[in-house]
């Protein structure tokens, strides 16, 4: 299993990126996915989750509102589209897999981490 991250960089406070996770070696509509991030010194966190047909997602509070879940099945590809960005959202993004639910992700059941993708929000 492959979950390959890309997409992150360096952006201004209240801008926008978009990062990307392309997955190979799974049945891939058949799992959740979502998005974790670790900041330097922190513990990684949960970001948010999409059930495997998208019709259910997950936030964490610190991102509602901002952020964005999509999927596309057929692309085995998951977003995450970040919006009004803080410099506390500054950390490495990671991709994430599991056949449990997306609520079980948001409680921290991963199967598959991807390789991380560093995005840097200066103020």
């Known amino acids: 299993v492959q979950l390959q991250a890309s997409g992150g960089g360096l952006v201004q406070a209240g801008g926008s990126l978009r990062v990307s996770c392309a997955a190979s070696?799974?049945?891939?509509?058949?799992?959740?996915m979502g998005w974790f991030r670790q900041a330097p010194g922190k513990e990684r966190e949960f970001v948010a989750a999409?059930?495997?047909?998208?019709?259910?997602?997950f936030y964490a509070d610190s991102v509602k509102g901002r952020f964005t879940i999509s999927r596309d099945n057929a692309k085995n590809t998951v977003w995450l589209q970040m919006n009004s960005l803080k410099p506390e959202d500054t950390a490495v993004y990671y991709c994430?897999?599991?056949?449990?639910?997306?609520?079980?992700?948001?409680?921290?059941?991963?199967?598959?981490w991807g390789q991380g993708t560093q995005v840097t929000v200066s103020s």
């Open positions: 070696g799974l049945t891939f509509r058949s799992y959740t």
């Open positions: 999409t059930t495997w047909s998208g019709g259910t997602t």
């Open positions: 994430a897999a599991d056949l449990r639910s997306a609520r079980a992700m948001m409680e921290g059941s991963v199967s598959y």
